[in-house]
T-cell receptor
Framework: DAGITQSPRYKITETGRQVTLMCHQT?????MFWYRQDLGHGLRLIYY???????DKGEVPDGYVVSRSKTENFPLTLESATRSQTSVYFC?????????????????FGDGTRLSIL | GIQVEQSPPDLILQEGANSTLRCNFS?????LQWFHQNPWGQLINLFY???GTKQNGRLSATTVATERYSLLYISSSQTTDSGVYFC???????????FGKGTRLHILP
């Protein structure tokens, strides 16, 4: 099915463990994003990618690593998980997302991954 | 960086009522989006509206970029409209999207 899918939907792990959240989109959108959602903070951008092999930091990148070897995939890795990284993580994609442009290209979100770190 | 403030933070209405949600931003923006997060946590894009007015059924949005605000109107509210409404902007000084903290809307049957 066309769209954007995240896996797993739920994950429980322990502090210090490495965990990878997967994001896959079938639209061939250029841009992909990772956000975390926490009570009191709304959604905050962790990392984004303009194309394969191009990534950039968002508002809260510390403790996270991303890669984008293929256009359709954008995994997010917590190399050594901490309790403060307990959150709901959302992946999003858009066709084009440029500065100084009024292009009509909205973001489409996955259903989220609820991550608990004990 | 750019600041985004949404008001009111919470809103409880009876089914059939109309509502207006506001998004203020502190600097000029390249784009602005409105999202609805339903009670199951799914985020749905409602409008991509850096300026002007758009309508989609019972929902409409207006952005006045020169005055740094956007409004989302919901008419004849239904219980399925419940959830959190987010405004997200991309400032024109950098290319990062910043979300407001949302307005939580609860429509009573």
């Amino acid at each position: 099915d066309a769209g954007i899918t995240q896996s797993p939907r739920y994950k429980i792990t322990e502090t210090g463990r490495q965990v990878t959240l997967m994001c896959h989109q079938t639209w061939s959108h250029s841009y992909m994003f990772w956000y975390r959602q926490d009570l009191g903070h709304g959604l905050r951008l962790i990392y984004y990618s303009a194309a394969a092999d191009i990534t950039d930091k968002g508002e809260v990148p510390d403790g996270y690593v991303v890669s984008r070897s293929k256009t359709e995939n954008f995994p997010l890795t917590l190399e050594s998980a901490t309790r403060s990284q307990t959150s709901v993580y959302f992946c999003a994609s858009s066709e084009r997302y440029g500065t100084g442009s009024y292009s009509n290209q909205p973001q489409h979100f996955g259903d989220g991954t609820r991550l608990s770190i004990l | 960086g750019i600041q985004v403030e949404q008001s009111p933070p919470d809103l409880i209405l009876q089914e059939g009522a109309n509502s207006t949600l506001r998004c203020n931003f502190s600097d000029s923006v390249n784009n602005l989006q409105w999202f609805h997060q339903n009670p199951w946590g799914q985020l749905i894009n409602l409008f991509y509206i850096p300026s002007g007015t758009k309508q989609n059924g019972r929902l409409s949005a207006t952005t006045v970029a020169t005055e740094r605000y956007s409004l989302l109107y919901i008419s004849s509210s239904q219980t399925t409209d419940s959830g959190v409404y987010f405004c997200a902007v991309e400032g024109d000084r950098d290319d990062k999207i910043i979300f407001g903290k949302g307005t939580r809307l609860h429509i009573l049957p």
